[in-house]
Every structure is written in C-alpha cells, then in structure tokens.
C-alpha cells in the first residue's frame, strides 16, 4: 500500500506523535500527525507492572511497533510520545515506564501519566474536572484550570468490575442461607455458571484448585448486576447504590486535593460506566451533588489512548477545534477497544 500525502507529509516535517494507554485488559498505541490524523494503531495485551513487569513492557512495545508498522513511518520521526498507564502509580513507577520509552526513542518528548489522568485529557475538553474510570479496575482522577493535577492510585479501594461481581455473589450467598430477601441476581449467577445451585457456585469458586480464570468470570457478572438493578430488584439496586456513592466520595476527595470550587464535569469513563441504564452514574452524581450540587455529568466520548494522544498534541501547541474533528474521523474501528 502506498502512503497516503499527509504520511509523506509526516515524514517531511517530523510532526508526529505517539499515544499510549496501557490498561489492565489490553494496550492500544495510537500515532498521529499534528494535524490529527491517525495514521496508525496497535493493540497489546494487559499492560500493569504490578501484575507482571515483563509482560506489561512487551505489550507496549508490541503495541507501539504495530502503530509504527502500520503508520509506514519511522519512530525517530516521533515529536512526542505519552503513555497513559495503569500501574503508574508512585514515582519508581514513573520511571520505569518512561524508561521503556525512552530506551527506544520513542519521541522527543516523552510523559508519563496515570491512566486516569488520560482519561480525563479524553473525557473533558478543556482538560479539568473529575474522572472516574470504572471498567476493569477504578480510579479517580482530576485537574484544575492552573494544572494541579491529582490521581487516586492506592488511596482508592478496589471498585471496579471484579469488585461488583463479589458483591454480587456475596448477596445471592446471603439471599441463599436465607440472611437476605431472594434476589433475581440469583437466576443470573447460576445463567452465568451454568450451575445448578448455589452451593455449586460458591464450590467452584472456592474449592484448592479453582483456577485463575475464575476473577475474570467473576468481573463479567457486573453487567448482569446493573440489568437487575434496571430492573428494580431491591438486592441489586442497593449494591450499586453503595457502590456508586464511595466512588463518589473518591470523586470528592479529588476536588479538593485540586481545589476545584463550586461547578465543574464530573466525567465518567469505562465499560461498567458505559452499561444502558446509567444507574451507576446517576447514583454517583447524586452523591457528588450533595456536597457540590451545581456539578455537571458528563461521559467521555472518546476512548482512553485519545487522552494519551491530546496531551502528546499538547506537547506541540494548542489543540483546536479543527484537530478534534480530524482526530476523531479518523479513528480506528470499535473492534480495537473490545475486550
């Protein structure tokens, strides 16, 4: 395939950049030239040092090279790269991460960031407000006009997903002993495992030999928990009640490390977010409002690497309105993002 006129352009004047967003379920590298265009993308398997060092560096590499391959330009040509990571949490952290960049000159310039934090670049135009990333995992981000930039990281409970489908197995164990009402999110578990009791359930998650395949079966029934609460069962609705108000307490406790006053987007992103009912979201603004009740909602409309990629294009000068249009008509397919 020939290149196209704006990659040769690219290879003339230098003006690429390089996005990364390194989650716990897959890695997608994005580059792009100045002006927007998406020249190239790659995709990468779960990318968090904590869970494996090895592992989380080569799904970078291997989701940039793709990028670069596909792209048909060189990586020295690259002005600025940031990757938006999971796991970067503490300094050292940082440093590893910009390392592995750095090591293969993947740009001029070169950032590191929280994942929630390019989350945030994403979700809010004028990159300021509150993040809250619930998919696989959970975090809070957010960002005042002056740059003030905080992230939750450990401070956070574990409120993702794998967190919500525990609680929804605990409350069908509950409702099975009889300590709590019945609940429909005990036809769902038993759908989801295709088991024939609850006892059955609990057994197979808990006997010696219950493999490691069992957190993932476990985090997918977040989906079926939000389709009983718009549903209206009383079990269901309460869990993701509870659940929704301390990521808003989380949401909270972000304002302020940041000094954000009275109104600002309370940006929401990620799968368990992006469920039909918006429940979780409702919730979660009524709690925020309580204490800062002129708070706007508002869902991010681009996936996480385009926050990687907006603060690479940052790194060059102002992003107008033109590069917004260009950069999202030439996305790669949904398909990239499905996990």
Same mark, same amino acid.
């Given at each position: 395939?020939?290149?196209?006129?704006?990659?040769?352009?690219?290879?003339?004047?230098?003006?690429?950049?390089?996005?990364?967003?390194?989650?716990?379920?897959?890695?997608?590298?994005?580059?792009?030239?100045?002006?927007?265009?998406?020249?190239?993308?790659?995709?990468?398997?779960?990318?968090?040092?904590?869970?494996?060092?090895?592992?989380?560096?080569?799904?970078?590499?291997?989701?940039?090279?793709?990028?670069?391959?596909?792209?048909? %330009?060189?990586?020295?040509?690259?002005? !600025? $790269? /940031?990757?938006?990571?999971?796991? &970067?949490?503490?300094?050292?952290?940082?440093? =590893?991460?910009?390392?592995?960049?750095?090591?293969?000159?993947?740009?001029?310039?070169?950032?590191?960031?929280?994942?929630?934090?390019?989350?945030?670049?994403?979700?809010?135009?004028?990159?300021?407000?509150?993040?809250?990333?619930?998919?696989?995992?959970?975090?809070?981000?957010?960002?005042?006009?002056?740059?003030?930039?905080?992230?939750?990281?450990?401070?956070?409970?574990?409120?993702?997903?794998?967190?919500?489908?525990?609680?929804?197995?605990?409350?069908?164990?509950?409702?099975?002993?009889?300590?709590?009402?019945?609940?429909?999110?005990?036809?769902? %578990?038993?759908?989801?495992?295709?088991? !024939? $009791? /609850?006892?059955?359930?609990?057994? &197979?998650?808990?006997?010696?030999?219950?493999? =490691?395949?069992?957190?993932?079966?476990?985090?997918?029934?977040?989906?079926?928990?939000?389709?009983?609460?718009?549903?209206?069962?009383?079990?269901?609705?309460?869990?993701?009640?509870?659940?929704?108000?301390?990521?808003?307490?989380?949401?909270?406790?972000?304002?302020?490390?940041?000094?954000?006053?009275?109104?600002?987007?309370?940006?929401?992103?990620?799968?368990?977010?992006?469920?039909?009912?918006?429940?979780?979201?409702?919730?979660?603004?009524?709690?925020?409002?309580?204490?800062?009740?002129?708070?706007?909602?508002?869902?991010?409309?681009?996936?996480? %690497?385009?926050?990687?990629?907006?603060?690479?294009?940052?790194?060059?000068?102002?992003?107008?309105?033109?590069?917004?249009?260009?950069?999202?008509?030439?996305?790669?397919?949904?398909?990239?993002?499905?996990?």
């Amino acid at each position: 395939m020939q290149p196209s006129p704006i990659q040769n352009s690219a290879k003339k004047t230098q003006n690429l950049v390089l996005g990364i967003d390194a989650g716990n379920t897959k890695t997608i590298a994005l580059i792009a030239h100045s002006s927007g265009q998406v020249l190239g993308w790659g995709r990468g398997g779960q990318a968090n040092i904590y869970v494996s060092k090895t592992g989380a560096l080569a799904a970078i590499d291997k989701a940039v090279l793709e990028a670069v391959s596909m792209a048909g %330009v060189s990586a020295d040509l690259l002005r !600025s $790269s /940031v990757l938006s990571a999971t796991g &970067a949490d503490w300094p050292e952290d940082f440093v =590893l991460l910009r390392a592995e960049l750095e090591k293969h000159a993947w740009g001029e310039r070169i950032q590191v960031v929280n994942d929630a934090v390019g989350a945030l670049r994403a979700g809010s135009p004028d990159f300021s407000g509150v993040m809250v990333v619930c998919g696989t995992s959970a975090g809070t981000a957010a960002r005042n006009s002056s740059g003030a930039v905080w992230h939750s990281s450990y401070w956070q409970e574990s409120e993702g997903a794998e967190q919500l489908g525990q609680k929804t197995l605990r409350a069908v164990y509950r409702a099975e002993l009889g300590i709590d009402p019945p609940t429909t999110l005990t036809h769902r %578990v038993l759908t989801h495992f295709a088991a !024939s $009791s /609850v006892e059955a359930v609990l057994h &197979a998650q808990t006997h010696r030999n219950a493999g =490691l395949n069992i957190g993932l079966q476990t985090g997918r029934l977040a989906r079926a928990l939000l389709d009983e609460a718009a549903l209206g069962d009383p079990t269901a609705l309460k869990i993701v009640g509870e659940h929704a108000s301390s990521l808003g307490d989380y949401a909270l406790a972000a304002a302020r490390r940041v000094g954000l006053e009275h109104t600002f987007p309370l940006v929401t992103a990620g799968g368990v977010m992006r469920h039909h009912s918006k429940l979780l979201q409702h919730h979660l603004l009524e709690r925020v409002r309580r204490d800062f009740p002129d708070v706007s909602l508002v869902e991010s409309r681009f996936e996480p %690497v385009v926050g990687a990629v907006l603060l690479a294009l940052d790194a060059l000068g102002p992003v107008s309105s033109e590069v917004y249009s260009v950069l999202e008509g030439s996305l790669p397919p949904a398909a990239l993002f499905e996990t």
